[in-house]
């Protein structure tokens, strides 16, 4: 019961900070956010996809809707904004950038959640290559 809880709060607590997140590129306005994405060297309408999924993926997280998908996605854009933007600042960060760490934690838990998500869990059981033993 413990280990259904603490993975629903997980779940929860992952969704909410990608939803604010993807507000928070609304109300910057998309326009100002795919100016940011052009002016690091990404196509602008990426901008436009990666706040739709944050929103509706976020909501998907803390409702417990599709969330293998879900946390696929959302980790793929992680990989992205790790990659494309925070890599060269390091892990912690440097001269006043932010670093990756925490990008990096946000990237291990979707993957978490997609991997280990069992009926009991609100979801459908994942493939049983990727099920933990003894659970």
Same mark, same amino acid.
């Given at each position: 019961?413990?280990?259904?809880?603490?993975? %629903?709060?997980?779940? #929860?607590?992952? /969704?909410?900070?990608?939803?604010?997140?993807?507000?928070? @590129?609304?109300? @910057? =306005?998309?326009?100002?956010?795919?100016?940011?994405?052009?002016?690091?060297?990404?196509?602008?309408?990426?901008?436009?996809?990666?706040?739709?999924?944050? %929103? &509706?993926? =976020? #909501?998907?997280?803390?409702? /417990?809707?599709?969330?293998?998908?879900?946390? &696929? &996605?959302?980790?793929?854009?992680?990989?992205?904004?790790?990659?494309?933007?925070?890599?060269?600042? /390091?892990?912690?960060?440097?001269?006043?950038? =932010?670093?990756?760490e925490l990008d990096l934690i946000l990237l291990a838990?979707?993957?978490?959640?997609?991997?280990?998500?069992?009926?009991?869990?609100? =979801? @459908?059981?994942?493939?049983?290559?990727?099920?933990? @033993?003894?659970?």
């Amino acid at each position: 019961m413990r280990e259904k809880a603490a993975f %629903v709060v997980l779940r #929860m607590v992952t /969704g909410l900070i990608f939803f604010a997140h993807g507000l928070q @590129k609304l109300q @910057k =306005g998309l326009g100002v956010v795919a100016e940011w994405f052009g002016s690091v060297g990404l196509p602008t309408w990426l901008a436009y996809l990666v706040t739709l999924a944050e %929103v &509706l993926g =976020g #909501m998907a997280l803390v409702i /417990g809707l599709a969330v293998r998908p879900a946390s &696929l &996605l959302l980790a793929v854009i992680m990989v992205g904004a790790i990659v494309t933007v925070k890599w060269s600042n /390091g892990l912690i960060g440097a001269n006043g950038a =932010g670093g990756y760490e925490l990008d990096l934690i946000l990237l291990a838990v979707t993957m978490y959640l997609a991997v280990t998500q069992r009926e009991d869990q609100g =979801g @459908k059981p994942c493939d049983p290559r990727f099920r933990l @033993k003894n659970r």
